[in-house]
Structures are given as structure tokens and as C-alpha cells.
């Protein structure tokens, strides 16, 4: 199946700072990268869809000015979680859909972030 | 909302097959369903999918009844690496091509020797 890369899988960081998550979908091009994140022992929460050629959709209750997306290409988005906090600690995976809408979605490996 | 439900866990011996069931009584009529798995700490993998007809594929069987208001996963021969959080998920479908995966609870499934 196509590849879908996420990096970094790991990362702490300190309260207060920005961490930027990145999602390339490496042999297609993604029409739209879903951004999901997971507590543990819970389902994956989507946060945020975006399409190509468009802004970011958030989910009630998701902070468009915490947690920025840009869909900078058909093959990348990246998630920048600002002002980090340590509730904000969690997995965060995305996933993308090459054309059409109605193929399977292929996720990244995750990110671990963890806010000290 | 996820409009699927499904059991929490289940049980599975190696070798046997394992039928994981899936409520979704709102579908629509465009809308597929999707099943994937996540082992702990990874991101879900896909197994299958599809919209009215049973689908087959090197993983998995998909069983879906005529009404469309339910369907089965079939693992014909379950091993240990099985062993995972099963979602049933139905893709809902915007105009213009804009949809979403949204995932429910999933099934714990333990394949045991």
C-alpha cells in the first residue's frame, strides 16, 4: 500500500513552546490529511480535515489557533501544536487520501509528544 | 458521531477464524464501510473495505447484510500478530468530494494460542 511518512515519532518539549508535526504522503498525491490524536487506552479523536485547495476543517471543541494546520502541498501538512501544555501530551497521527475520495486512507507511524 | 457500534473485546484461539460484528443502521447509501486495525503505539493499519457487496482481499473477508445495516470482518485464520484494536468506521461523504473517517471505540480482539 502507499506510504504515508510522519516525523518526528518522538518529541518532548518544554511548556510554552511550539512543536510542528509533519505528514508526507510519499509515493501519491493526498486530496485531503486527516489529523487525529489519541489519549491512552481511547479511539483516535479526529481534530482537523483539510482538502486540497482549502483550509483546515476543525472538529467542535478543537482550538484552530493552539493546534495550526497547513497543507502546504498535495504531499505535505504539518500540525504545529503551540503553546504546548502538558495536557496536551498525547499521540498524534495523520492520514491521507489520494484520489478518488472513496480509496483507504493510509496513516503515519504517530507522534509521541510528550509536554514537561 | 461514529455511526458504527461494536463489541468492547473478544476472543479469539489461533488458527480459528475471527468474526468481528459491526452495527452501522444509519448508514447512507453512498457511504462505505472501512475497517482498520491498530497495534499498541502504531498508527491503524487498513484492512478492507466496501459499499453492498462482500469483499475478499489477502487479509480479510468483508461481510456486509443486504440492508447495509450491519457487516462482519472476517480473519479466516487468526494468529497472534492479530492480536489489535479492530475499527469499523463509515466514511462519511460531503459534497463535493469533502469526507472524514471518524473512528468509534473499536474491538479489542486477543488471538490466544
Known amino acids: 500500500g502507499a506510504v504515508v511518512s510522519q516525523h518526528p515519532s518522538r518529541v518532548i518539549c518544554k511548556s510554552g513552546t511550539s512543536v510542528k508535526i509533519e505528514c508526507r504522503s510519499l509515493?501519491?498525491?493526498?486530496?485531503?490529511m486527516f489529523w487525529y490524536r489519541q489519549f491512552p487506552k481511547q479511539s483516535l479523536m479526529l481534530m482537523a480535515t483539510s482538502n486540497e485547495g482549502s483550509k483546515a476543517t476543525y472538529e467542535q471543541g478543537v482550538e484552530k489557533d493552539k493546534f495550526l494546520i497547513n497543507h502546504a502541498s498535495l504531499t505535505l501538512s504539518t500540525l504545529t501544536v503551540t503553546s504546548a501544555h502538558p495536557e496536551d501530551s498525547s499521540f498524534y497521527i495523520c492520514?491521507?487520501?489520494?484520489?478518488?475520495?472513496?480509496?483507504?486512507?493510509?496513516f503515519g507511524q504517530g507522534t509521541r509528544l510528550t509536554v514537561v | 458521531d461514529a455511526k458504527t457500534t461494536q463489541p468492547t473485546s473478544m476472543d479469539c484461539a489461533e488458527g480459528r477464524a475471527a468474526n468481528l460484528p459491526c452495527n452501522h443502521s444509519t448508514i447512507s447509501g453512498n457511504e462505505y464501510v472501512y475497517w482498520y486495525r491498530q497495534i499498541h503505539s502504531q498508527g491503524p493499519q487498513y484492512i478492507i473495505h466496501g459499499l453492498k457487496n462482500n469483499e475478499t482481499n489477502e487479509m480479510a473477508s468483508l461481510i456486509i447484510t443486504e440492508d447495509r445495516k450491519s457487516s462482519t470482518l472476517i480473519l479466516p485464520h487468526a494468529t497472534l500478530r492479530d492480536t489489535a484494536v479492530y475499527y469499523c468506521?463509515?466514511?462519511?461523504?460531503?459534497?463535493?468530494?469533502?469526507?472524514?473517517?471518524?473512528f468509534g471505540a473499536g474491538t479489542r480482539l486477543a488471538v490466544h494460542p
Open positions: 492520514s491521507a487520501t489520494p484520489r478518488p475520495a472513496n480509496t483507504e486512507a493510509f
Open positions: 468506521i463509515v466514511r462519511v461523504l460531503f459534497s463535493g468530494g469533502y469526507n472524514k473517517l471518524i
Open positions: 509515493d501519491f498525491q493526498a486530496t485531503t
